[in-house]
């Protein structure tokens, strides 16, 4: 079974930063793409960014250089270090992963969730 468990979320000032972490965790896995999406209220799931086994990247557009999303494949790991956020990016923040199980399929899995809230 996958797990995926987020944490460093809270509230957060417009201008500061704050840096989300989520371990993944499996047997007989690989872990291809992870990366982060978020879901602010009334809205529906969108990608924030997501990074490769290789360490490619992908951005959304509102992105805008603010965010960076970088894995440590030995850990299983994934982050997203958020600067100067604004109030706009206040979300619940997925990980998310592509696994390949051993013999059979990729597939995506998500984590819980961790609020972020950027206000003053």
């Known amino acids: 079974q996958v797990q995926l468990v987020e944490s460093g979320g809270g509230l957060v000032q417009p201008g500061g930063s704050l840096r989300l972490s989520c371990a993944a965790s499996?047997?007989?896995?690989?872990?291809?793409?992870m990366g982060w999406y978020r879901q602010a209220p009334g809205k529906g799931r969108e990608l924030v960014a997501t990074v490769t086994g290789g360490g490619t990247t992908n951005y959304a557009d509102f992105v805008n250089g603010r965010f960076g999303v970088s894995r440590d494949n030995a850990k299983n790991a994934v982050y997203l270090q958020m600067n100067t956020p604004k109030p706009e990016d206040t979300a619940v923040y997925y990980c998310n992963a592509l696994v390949l199980h051993t013999g059979g399929p990729w597939r995506t899995y998500w984590g819980q969730g961790t609020q972020v809230t950027v206000s003053t």
């Open positions: 499996g047997r007989s896995v690989n872990f291809g793409t």
